[in-house]
């Protein structure tokens, strides 16, 4: 304490200072300073003791004692041994960027941050107390849950972000967006805490930072996506037997029979019930042996040709291929017919070979 006795001049400089050292030696400034001393002692042996108790619950000093080294040096020695742990788990396998250890990460980043601003409003404790929670669950090897909790009366903003958030968690992406997520829920807190604290203004820094990290989360989730599957064409081969498709030794629309126009409906109807995407359908006509090969090689042309043209005007759209393959591949049912001459029991035998081959290429509609 500092003073000098009242007077109408002012005194001399030797008789302020001999006044000056008596005050100081009186009895009660002896005492005011004894008592500042104890208290000073006592609040600082109190906070060690305190932070020895709470060794895996990390405790900053209270904003009051925060304007003396020892409490804010103790407090940096809680953010270095918070960070440890992180560290440690991060050792042992758990990714930067699981969301748990990322969200750890980012509620002692805000901690940090608002501490260093001197924040006196208790959020710096409060977040840190998350960060520490989602450490100790993992120490454990627990669940930490998922739940962002608004800490320290923060009010909860952007509802659509919020949706955004348990929408991101049930994508198939989400381990590529996790740490992004993680971080922008705790900004959004962050924000939160700032506007009832300081407005609008203190708060906007904080959304914008939870708006970006949004996008970004949305982004590496469709980029990690895993793409579905294309289905695979199938194909599908079958003869339709001449006989049924046209009189003998026709292979014109008009020599088409009934029974064959009905056969061809069917085929029509079968690629609409079967088939999400039809890619190509290749006919080839086939004739028996009985006959020249000269006679034989443009009739089956034509049958295969007139398949087409009737399923073209029966509305099938995809690519279809028409050709003729004459009798030069029968089938193997047809290996027992002998004799050369066009007799009945011959042309009965040889029926199998006098058929129109269909090849469909396409996807098939998933199994009901």
Known sequence: ?????????????????????????????????????SLLTAAIIGLIAFRQASAQEPMLAPAGARIADAPIHADHDTYT????????????GIRVDNYHLAKAQCWLDTSFHE?????RGGYPQAALDQSAALISALERGQDPGWETPLVNGAQKLRPDLWAKYDQLKKMDGF?????????????????????????????KPYI????????????????????EQAPTPQTEQFDLSADALF??????????????????????????????QVDRIRLVGHTDRLGSEAYNQPLSERRAWTVKQYLQERGVSAPVQAEGRGESQPTGATSQCRGERAD??????????RRVSVEIVGIRRPAQ
């Open 115 to 119: 501490y260093t601003r001197n924040d």
């Open 81 to 92: 041994a918070t960070q440890a742990r992180i560290k440690a788990l991060n050792d042992k």
């Open 344 to 353: 009945h029991a011959l042309t009965q035998c040889l029926q199998p070979d």
């Open 1 to 37: 304490m500092k003073t000098c006795s009242a007077a109408t001049t002012p005194p001399p400089i030797a008789r302020c200072r001999a006044e000056e050292t008596t005050m100081s030696n009186t009895p009660y400034a002896k005492r005011a300073t004894l008592i500042t001393v």
């Open 247 to 276: 009189k003998f030794d026709r292979g014109d629309l008009a020599g088409m029979l009934p029974e064959g126009k009905l056969k061809l409906d069917e085929l029509v109807a079968h690629l609409s019930a079967v088939y999400t």
């Open 208 to 227: 914008q930072i939870a708006e970006d990290l949004t996008a970004k989360a949305e982004h590496r989730e469709a980029e990690c996506r895993q793409p």
């Open 175 to 203: 381990t590529c967006a996790a740490q992004a997520t993680a971080c922008a829920e705790v900004e959004l807190v962050h924000a939160g805490n700032e506007i009832h604290d300081g407005g609008w203004r203190h708060a």
